[in-house]
C-alpha cells in the first residue's frame, strides 16, 4: 500500500511468486553446536508477516494466509523504500514501549482491522525483517541463509517503521545472554547453510525461550471442562504482599494427570468461601472458581508480567515444599508490577522481598 493503494494478491500477477507460507522455527531449549555454524537473532515477540512488495504496492500476509495490509499503515512507508523492486520479506510486526517489545501493546492493534488514528500513533509498529525470499525476478528460498542474509542487509531497508535487525554468525551464547539481560523474549539460531522451506518447520531453525521462574501462591481452583472435567482446569494465583496475596493470573498448562491429583487433594482441605486475594480478580477469572486458603506455594515459568501485573504464558513446574514466599529464579530480581508501582520506599526488594524475583 502506497498513497493508500493496495497492489494485486500474491500470485495474481505472473511475474511475481505466489503466496509464500513463513518457514517455522523447532522449539529447543540449549542452543546447538558447533556454533559457529550457526546464525543467531534476537526473537522480538512480534506478528509474524510476509510482505509482499511490488510497483510501489505493499500486501501484508500473516502465517495463516490472511491479509493483514490494513490493519498497519503505518508499513506502508516499506513500498517507498523499495521503490519499484520487487521483493518477498519475512519477518515481524512488533510495538516497542521503552524500547522493549510489548505484546500488551501489540495486541491492541492486533484487535483493529483498520486502527483509527488515535490507535496507530499510540502503539506504533515497526516491521523486523529478517529474511528474503524473491527479488526482481530471482527466487531466493533454494540460498543459503547466509547469502540471503546478505542481499536483505544490502538492500538498505531503514526507516522510521521498518528495519533489518542484526543476524550474529556465530554468537548464539552472547545473542542469547543480552536477550536474557535485556528482558526478550529468546533468540532464533539458524544453520548459515539452511534453505528457505516455506510452510515447513524445520530443525535448520531453532528458537529458545527464555522462561522466568517463580514461587506463586496458590488462591483458586478453576474446574477443567470437557477432557479435563472433574480435573484443574487452571488455578488462580498470587504474590504474598504483606499480610495480603496480590492477584497474579492462571496457571492452566505444565499439569500431568497424577500431578493434578496430588494437587486437588493437598487443595480440598483448604476450602474456603471468599476470593484470598487483596487485589481484584477479573470476572471472567472468577467464574465457577473454587477459593482456597493461600497455603500451597508452586512454582511456575512464565514470559514476561503484563503491565496489569499479570503472569504472561504460566505453565506449572511443581510443589513447592517451603511456606509462603517468592523465590529467587533464574534471570535475576524481577519484581511483581503492582508492588513496584506501589513502593515509596526506595528498591522494592528491599521494601517487599516477597513480591520480588
Given at each position: 500500500m502506497?498513497?493508500?493503494?493496495?497492489m494485486?494478491?500474491?500470485g495474481?500477477?505472473?511475474?511475481?511468486?505466489?503466496?509464500?507460507?513463513?518457514m517455522?522455527?523447532?522449539p529447543a531449549r540449549?542452543?546447538?553446536?558447533?556454533?559457529?555454524?550457526?546464525?543467531?537473532?534476537f526473537k522480538?515477540?512480534?506478528?509474524?508477516?510476509?510482505?509482499?512488495v511490488?510497483?510501489?504496492?505493499?500486501r501484508l500476509?500473516?502465517?495463516?494466509?490472511?491479509d493483514m495490509?490494513?490493519?498497519?499503515?503505518?508499513?506502508?512507508?516499506l513500498?517507498?523504500?523499495?521503490?519499484?523492486?520487487r521483493?518477498?520479506l519475512d519477518?515481524?510486526i512488533?510495538?516497542?514501549?521503552r524500547?522493549?517489545?510489548?505484546?500488551?501493546?501489540?495486541?491492541?492493534?492486533?484487535?483493529?482491522?483498520?486502527?483509527?488514528?488515535?490507535l496507530?500513533?499510540?502503539?506504533?509498529?515497526?516491521?523486523?525483517?529478517?529474511?528474503i525470499m524473491y527479488l526482481?525476478?530471482?527466487?531466493?528460498a533454494?540460498?543459503?541463509?547466509?547469502?540471503?542474509?546478505?542481499?536483505l542487509?544490502?538492500?538498505?531497508?531503514?526507516?522510521g517503521?521498518v528495519?533489518v535487525?542484526?543476524?550474529?554468525?556465530?554468537g548464539g551464547?552472547?545473542?542469547r545472554a543480552?536477550?536474557?539481560?535485556?528482558?526478550l523474549?529468546?533468540?532464533?539460531?539458524?544453520?548459515?547453510?539452511?534453505?528457505?522451506?516455506?510452510?515447513?518447520?524445520?530443525a535448520?531453525?531453532l528458537?529458545?525461550k527464555n522462561?522466568?521462574?517463580?514461587?506463586?501462591?496458590?488462591g483458586?481452583?478453576?474446574?477443567?471442562?470437557?477432557?479435563?472435567a472433574g480435573?484443574?482446569?487452571?488455578?488462580?494465583?498470587?504474590?504474598p504482599a504483606?499480610?495480603?496475596?496480590v492477584?497474579?493470573?492462571?496457571?492452566g498448562?505444565?499439569f500431568t494427570?497424577?500431578?493434578?491429583?496430588?494437587?486437588l487433594?493437598?487443595?480440598?482441605p483448604?476450602?474456603r468461601?471468599?476470593?484470598?486475594?487483596t487485589?481484584?480478580?477479573?470476572?471472567?477469572?472468577?467464574?465457577n472458581?473454587i477459593?482456597?486458603?493461600p497455603?500451597?506455594v508452586?512454582?511456575v515459568t512464565f514470559?514476561?508480567?503484563?503491565?496489569?501485573?499479570i503472569?504472561?504464558?504460566?505453565?506449572y513446574?511443581g510443589?513447592?515444599?517451603?511456606?509462603?514466599?517468592?523465590?529467587?529464579?533464574p534471570?535475576?530480581?524481577?519484581?511483581?508490577?503492582?508492588l513496584?508501582?506501589?513502593?515509596?520506599?526506595?528498591p522494592?526488594w528491599?521494601?517487599?522481598?516477597?513480591?520480588?524475583?
Amino acid at each position: 500500500m502506497r498513497d493508500g493503494r493496495l497492489m494485486p494478491a500474491p500470485g495474481e500477477s505472473a511475474d511475481f511468486p505466489a503466496l509464500i507460507p513463513p518457514m517455522l522455527a523447532v522449539p529447543a531449549r540449549e542452543l546447538p553446536a558447533p556454533e559457529a555454524e550457526w546464525a543467531a537473532e534476537f526473537k522480538w515477540d512480534g506478528v509474524r508477516a510476509v510482505a509482499y512488495v511490488s510497483a510501489g504496492g505493499l500486501r501484508l500476509v500473516s502465517r495463516n494466509g490472511r491479509d493483514m495490509t490494513r490493519a498497519y499503515p503505518e508499513l506502508a512507508e516499506l513500498a517507498g523504500q523499495a521503490g519499484e523492486r520487487r521483493m518477498v520479506l519475512d519477518g515481524e510486526i512488533v510495538v516497542f514501549a521503552r524500547g522493549r517489545p510489548s505484546f500488551a501493546g501489540l495486541q491492541r492493534r492486533m484487535l483493529a482491522r483498520e486502527p483509527a488514528p488515535y490507535l496507530v500513533a499510540a502503539f506504533a509498529v515497526t516491521y523486523l525483517v529478517f529474511d528474503i525470499m524473491y527479488l526482481d525476478g530471482q527466487q531466493l528460498a533454494a540460498r543459503p541463509y547466509a547469502d540471503r542474509r546478505a542481499i536483505l542487509e544490502a538492500l538498505g531497508l531503514a526507516s522510521g517503521h521498518v528495519h533489518v535487525p542484526p543476524s550474529f554468525p556465530g554468537g548464539g551464547r552472547a545473542v542469547r545472554a543480552v536477550s536474557i539481560q535485556q528482558g526478550l523474549e529468546g533468540v532464533v539460531v539458524k544453520r548459515l547453510d539452511s534453505p528457505y522451506l516455506p510452510g515447513r518447520r524445520s530443525a535448520s531453525w531453532l528458537k529458545i525461550k527464555n522462561r522466568r521462574v517463580a514461587d506463586v501462591t496458590v488462591g483458586g481452583i478453576s474446574p477443567g471442562q470437557g477432557e479435563r472435567a472433574g480435573q484443574i482446569g487452571s488455578l488462580l494465583v498470587g504474590v504474598p504482599a504483606g499480610p495480603g496475596l496480590v492477584y497474579a493470573g492462571r496457571v492452566g498448562t505444565g499439569f500431568t494427570r497424577p500431578e493434578m491429583g496430588l494437587l486437588l487433594a493437598r487443595l480440598a482441605p483448604l476450602r474456603r468461601d471468599s476470593p484470598p486475594f487483596t487485589t481484584p480478580v477479573p470476572a471472567a477469572h472468577a467464574r465457577n472458581v473454587i477459593w482456597v486458603q493461600p497455603q500451597l506455594v508452586i512454582e511456575v515459568t512464565f514470559a514476561e508480567w503484563t503491565p496489569g501485573g499479570i503472569l504472561r504464558a504460566a505453565a506449572y513446574r511443581g510443589m513447592k515444599a517451603g511456606g509462603n514466599r517468592a523465590g529467587a529464579g533464574p534471570l535475576g530480581l524481577v519484581c511483581h508490577p503492582w508492588l513496584r508501582r506501589r513502593s515509596r520506599s526506595g528498591p522494592v526488594w528491599r521494601a517487599t522481598p516477597a513480591g520480588c524475583w
